[in-house]
């Protein structure tokens, strides 16, 4: 039904489908929630040739959420909506250079939003439902330039918005941003890969927090950042990667100050992959943008995910858990609107303010195999945002909200490759993306798919290396694929296959930490 031929080219598709039960609560007002009942799709398929290799990736869900409330409370939508659509296309241009392409489109109501939506763009003072979405697309050249070294230069752009809005000024583009990078990654031996890199974007807001009383306006940002990072491998299992570095990026906008931002850049990564386990962990600190609706500023943010077997062995083998969670601290200068009336003796107002957001989320999910290609799943998703501003605005702060999302199903899956209808081993390590991002760059938050059949073609280089004796290709080398990057998130639906898909196994795309 899925299969497909071409002369000399490996091709393989996977389609699955799920119905889920979910029960949705806002802690915040007790005796409130939401009972959906829906469906859930996904297809993912790729093309492999000698030179070239195409790959695809769509998803999406749909439930009808029927409210429940002990009281009077504010309407809650109807339906809750999720699509990820991502795709990418691969070229050896030559025997040393690689020209890449990817794109991914997001769209999600305001239920449809998950923890590991990593294009999902969270805004704390917005109230109700919206339809939003999220595009990002570029190309990327890796030229391998030694045996022991390779450069990437990349571009990319992202615009973020929303299609409707219970608020009709949430409506419209937020942000467009442009992207380019370069580096070069150099191994120094077996263990370890120094590799510096050059950053710029430009970020033009059309609805950026301008003040304390919540005024929005348009705003544009150009940063520059400069970053050294040492990737080691401490054991077979266990990597590590340190980087540092500085930003500087022009001034808020509405403030006195007309000096430029320097700010310092700092991260660290850690992956551990075992027989039945796998764990990512991160830290971030930099000064980037902490929403499209919001603008700069200087964020914490501290990542982790993992996915593993609690049972070794017999008919449980295939029982997996998988798992994300995120944090994200960030704080901002804003114009404060001076008060009409001081009372008198009392100090002159302050003429700028400050803005702070904390986003906590998590999810879990665990699958047990009732028979080949069919599943019983579970999860739970955990989102908790909040903003605060000084001085505190004449209306009030907007508080903080805290959302809790149950869901239950069974799945289906069906594929041209008897392998994808199975579980994929937590211990796949070099065909993993966020292994490989673990190399090029700390995920960030804005995700890019990585390069559609180079899980396969890692595959075969392990296979063959391990049949010949001969090592297999510098770090370097593999180093030139995507990276995993950040809006807000990867990524567990999961990141894998060129496209975001609700599964983090089975080669499915990941979404990536949120901001």
């Known amino acids: 039904m899925f299969s ?30 939401a009972l959906m009942a829906g469906v859930q799709g996904a297809v993912e398929g790729s093309l492999r040739g000698e030179v070239s290799r195409y790959g695809f990736g769509l998803d999406g869900s749909y439930e009808r959420v029927f409210q429940v409330s002990l009281g009077a409370v504010r309407a809650a939508p109807s339906d809750s909506v999720s699509a990820r659509l991502g795709g990418g296309a691969g070229w050896a241009i030559s025997p040393l250079a690689d020209l890449s392409m990817a794109a991914a489109g997001y769209l999600a109501t305001r239920l449809g939003v998950r923890a590991d939506d990593a294009l999902a763009a969270r805004d704390p003072f917005l109230f109700g439902n919206r339809l939003q979405y999220t595009l990002s697309g570029g190309p990327a050249l890796s030229i391998t330039t030694s045996r022991r070294a390779a450069v990437r230069v990349g571009a990319g752009y992202e615009q973020a918005g929303a299609l409707s809005a219970d608020d009709p000024s949430a409506v419209g583009v937020d942000a467009h941003t442009g992207r380019a990078d370069v580096s ?31 005024t929005r306006g ?8 400069a970053l050294l990072s040492e990737s080691h491998e401490l054991t077979r299992n266990v990597s590590t990667r340190v980087s540092g570095g500085f930003t500087v990026a022009s001034p808020p906008p509405v403030l006195a100050s007309r000096d430029a931002v320097l700010a310092p850049t700092a991260r660290a990564g850690l992956t551990y992959v075992a027989e039945r386990y796998r764990l990512t962990a991160g830290y971030a600190y930099e000064y980037t943008s902490l929403g499209p609706r919001i603008g700069f500023g200087h964020e914490h943010e501290a990542s982790l995910e993992a996915s593993f077997r609690p049972v070794p062995g017999g008919a449980t083998r295939d029982l997996v858990v998988t798992g994300v969670a995120r944090f994200s601290s960030g704080s901002a200068p804003v114009a404060a609107s001076p008060p009409l009336h001081l009372d008198p003796g009392a100090p002159a107002p302050a003429r700028e303010g400050s803005l702070s957001t904390i986003t906590a989320l998590a999810g ?35 508080g ?14 069906l594929s041209t490759d008897r392998h994808r209808t199975l579980p994929r081993d937590p211990d796949s390590a070099w065909d993993d993306e966020r292994r490989r991002a673990m190399i090029q760059g700390m995920p960030s938050g804005r995700w890019q798919p990585p390069e559609p059949g180079r899980e396969r073609d890692d595959d075969r280089n392990d296979v063959a290396s391990e049949a010949t004796g001969e090592p297999p290709p510098a770090r370097s080398v593999l180093a030139g694929a995507p990276a995993s990057s950040e809006q807000g998130g990867a990524p567990a639906r999961s990141e894998q296959g060129g496209a975001p898909a609700r599964s983090e196994q089975g080669g499915a795309p990941s979404r990536r930490a949120p901001r």
């Open 364 to 398: 879990a999910e665990i699958a047990y195999p009732l028979a080949r290609g069919v599943a019983l799943r579970g999860g739970v998703d955990l989102e908790y945002v909040r903003a605060a501003l000084d001085p505190a605005p004449r209306a009030g702060e907007a």
């Open 400 to 413: 903080g909200s805290l959302r809790s999302i149950v869901s239950a199903g069974i799945s289906g899956t």
């Open 184 to 214: 070069t990654s150099v191994d120094l031996g077996p263990r370890d890969t120094l590799t510096p890199e050059l950053r710029y974007e430009v970020t033009q807001y059309h609805h950026a927090l301008l003040d304390t009383e919540l």
């Open 218 to 225: 348009a705003a544009r940002v150009h940063a520059g950042a």
């Open 4 to 33: 497909f031929v071409l002369p000399m080219w490996d091709s393989d598709v996977t389609a699955r489908a799920a119905v889920e039960q979910s029960v949705a609560s806002n802690v915040g007002d007790v005796g409130t929630g």
